[in-house]
């Protein structure tokens, strides 16, 4: 095949990538602003929450492997431990409508209490837009961001790709090292990982 042909293919795939996959997040780089709207038809944008630690989740309540990490209380635990510490927590679903894991605004806030999940905002992408954007893959998928507005953690929320509850209790939990390294003035050891669970569905 002719040169030419093969780099105008390869340039298509590239776009076609950007397009399906988002153009994702760099570690230290600025994290995309954003502009979602929680249950109650609130906006939150990134950029209001400047100047403090954020933690984007994306979720999927009937997720497998996100209930591993509600039925076990571990992601409220974690949720309620960073909030009391001035750190903003955004659980945001990108389940486009007819998708697994996208419910009404009754049902989130209905499962969210059952739940007792303690958040900051529940978030919904059902565009996918910023999932996309950050390049978000699975359920749960964790990302941190600086006051300063940079990615500085972005994969798995442990290191046991597991349904099985009782795991959480033996896993490395990579947020919760994350955040209590930068709280206590240090760098992160650990910013990327690779995340495991359920594909988003998009």
Same mark, same amino acid.
């Given at each position: ?34 502009? &979602?709207?929680?249950?109650?038809? %609130? ?34 635990? &974690?949720? %309620? ?8 927590? &955004? ?24 739940? %007792? ?5 529940? &978030? ?61 003035? %240090? ?16």
């Amino acid at each position: 095949m002719h040169s030419r042909h093969i780099t105008i293919i390869l340039f298509a795939a590239l776009l076609l990538g950007t397009s399906a996959f988002g153009v994702g997040i760099e570690i230290g780089k600025p994290a995309p602003n954003f502009s &979602l709207e929680d249950v109650s038809g %609130k906006a939150h944008m990134l950029k209001d929450y400047a100047g403090k630690y954020v933690v984007l989740e994306w979720v999927n309540f009937d997720c497998p492997f996100v209930k591993k990490h509600y039925d076990s209380g571990n992601m409220q635990m &974690l949720q %309620k431990k960073y909030t009391e510490q001035d750190v903003i927590w &955004l659980s945001i679903n990108s389940s486009a409508p007819g998708k697994q894991g996208n419910f009404s605004s009754e049902e989130i806030i209905k499962r969210s209490l059952e739940y %007792k999940a303690a958040p900051t905002a529940y &978030l919904v992408d059902d565009k996918g837009r910023v999932g996309k954007w950050y390049g978000a893959k699975t359920t749960p998928h964790m990302f941190i961001i600086d006051p300063e507005g940079n990615v500085i953690y972005a994969g798995g929320i442990d290191d046991k790709k597991s349904v099985n509850v009782e795991d959480v209790l033996v896993s490395k939990n990579y947020v919760s090292a994350a955040l209590d390294e930068v709280l206590a003035g %240090k760098e992160v050891s650990i910013n990327f990982t690779k995340s495991y669970g359920c594909s988003v569905k998009y």
